[in-house]
């Protein structure tokens, strides 16, 4: 029998992509590459039903219409007794019924899929109340509940493992909305509780093993995987070329880029103002969903009276030097990132920093920052600054713009770099983890060890 490993569907069920998600992607992905039989817990708001075709389309939609008044009544009682004592999980069938292209971009690898009705707002609530983790209880329980994120659920009689990616809101509280004191009481207590945590970075570990006192034996970092598929990673570059000039209007390396959420940690304000700085005559290409205060971190674009980065008179010609796009099909995002001259990604904190690495696999150069977890996942092959100081993001820029044999190097060594992070080198990591807690796993014994492709 192969090993069941089974991971949560938090971030997965989110519309927009997010890092966490293309983490829980990944590692569904690699578990099935490891031969684990692999499950994925949602919690999402589908009601059970004893009819298999009503939770195979809840799953996708959950606008099939409310049960019967008596039996929400039961649910509701029966949810009120025995909610101290936990939740019980619900197989949802997926068959093929239910015409589901649309999002098998988005889907994990899995053998089965579980759900439990509203499960992640009940965990929060209960750890609320109760300042313990959910159970979560299923018919055919796991070895091993890997949560991906840190949730207050637990899978009893089971080994937990729990990722924490990192301690932003901890690290740098200013820029994250979280509830900080509930945030570490949570986070304390799953160090204290899990049977073992994974991090994905040197820097993360020690951010967890300090402000945390995480047992140091208990905490693994398996660093992440960068994967990309080859069918849009090895695109010929003439058709490259045409869908960006044809869907953006931009010349093949004649712009930068940046794409990740405009949020504070990002940096995104500092990166504008230095890219204006620089006086490159290319233009600055931004992909990504504005998020919390990302008015503040895009507002030397559109205050007037902001103008002392600009001559007086030029402000509208430096608007227009400036591309904000809130979203681009995956197919389309690889291309661009091919396209550019440069990647920007001057990040104030990253866990791991996954688009630089995606940018550097693709051969485009990257600057990024030389704090937490970047310095040691880039390595040499990028060029690193200080996020703080816009006046060495300024130089960056100008040596990318206007050294070829610098942005040569760059295209060269970064491949070479993100080969360290590749699928192969990522199960071995995770199948040591899984091996000290009792479950043997074997890299490359699966099927499932590529993307079919990646989410748009």
Request: net charge positive; glycine share 8%; no cysteine.
């Amino acid at each position: 029998m192969r090993p069941r490993i089974y991971i949560d569907g938090h971030n997965l069920a989110l519309d927009q992509g997010t890092g966490v998600a293309t983490y829980a992607r990944n590692l569904s992905f690699r578990l099935g590459g490891l031969g684990a039989e692999v499950g994925v817990l949602y919690g999402t708001r589908a009601s059970p039903s004893r009819n298999e075709l009503i939770r195979e389309i809840a799953f996708f939609d959950n606008r099939v219409g409310e049960a019967s008044s008596l039996l929400r009544s039961a649910r509701a009682v029966r949810r009120t007794l025995l909610s101290p004592f936990g939740e019980y999980a619900t197989g949802v069938p997926i068959t093929g019924k239910v015409v589901a292209n649309t999002f098998e971009s988005r889907m994990p690898h899995y053998d089965h899929i579980w759900n439990v009705e509203n499960g992640f707002t009940l965990a929060y609530n209960h750890f609320r109340h109760y300042r313990s983790r959910l159970a979560v209880r299923m018919p055919r329980p796991p070895q091993i509940m890997h949560w991906t994120y840190p949730l207050a659920m637990r899978v009893p009689g089971v080994k937990n493992i729990y990722t924490l990616h990192d301690l932003v809101p901890l690290r740098l509280p200013f820029t994250t909305l979280d509830h900080k004191r509930r945030y570490l009481r949570l986070n304390r207590l799953i160090v204290q509780k899990a049977d073992h945590i994974i991090t994905v970075s040197e820097a993360s570990r020690t951010d967890i093993i300090n402000l945390l006192g995480a047992d140091p034996d208990k905490v693994t970092n398996t660093y992440q995987s960068v994967e990309i598929p080859r069918k849009f990673a090895e695109k010929p570059v003439n058709e490259a070329q045409d869908e960006i000039k044809g869907s953006f209007g931009l010349d093949w390396k004649g712009y930068f880029m940046f794409f990740g959420a405009i949020e504070p940690k990002k940096n995104v304000g500092r990166m504008i103002e230095a890219f204006l700085s620089s006086g490159s005559d290319l233009p600055l290409i931004i992909v990504g969903k504005q998020a919390w205060k990302s008015e503040e971190e895009l507002k030397l674009l559109f205050d007037d009276h902001i103008r002392y980065q600009v001559q007086e008179g030029s402000i509208l010609r430096t608007k227009r030097k400036i591309i904000l796009l809130d979203y681009a099909p995956f197919r389309l995002l690889i291309s661009l990132i091919r396209g550019a001259k440069a990647a920007l990604f001057p990040s104030l904190y990253e866990g791991f920093g996954l688009p630089a690495l995606e940018a550097m696999k693709l051969g485009t150069p990257v600057m990024t920052s030389n704090t937490s977890s970047l310095p040691e996942v880039v390595g040499e092959a990028a060029i690193t600054v200080d996020p703080y100081d816009v006046r060495a993001m300024v130089e960056a820029i100008r040596a990318l713009d206007t050294d070829p044999e610098l942005r040569t190097w760059l295209a060269h060594a970064g491949p070479r770099r993100a080969a360290l992070f590749g699928p192969e080198q990522y199960e071995r990591r995770l199948a040591d983890v899984y091996s000290r807690l009792g479950v043997q796993l074997e890299p490359g014994s699966g099927a499932a060890t590529a993307l079919p492709q990646a989410a748009e």
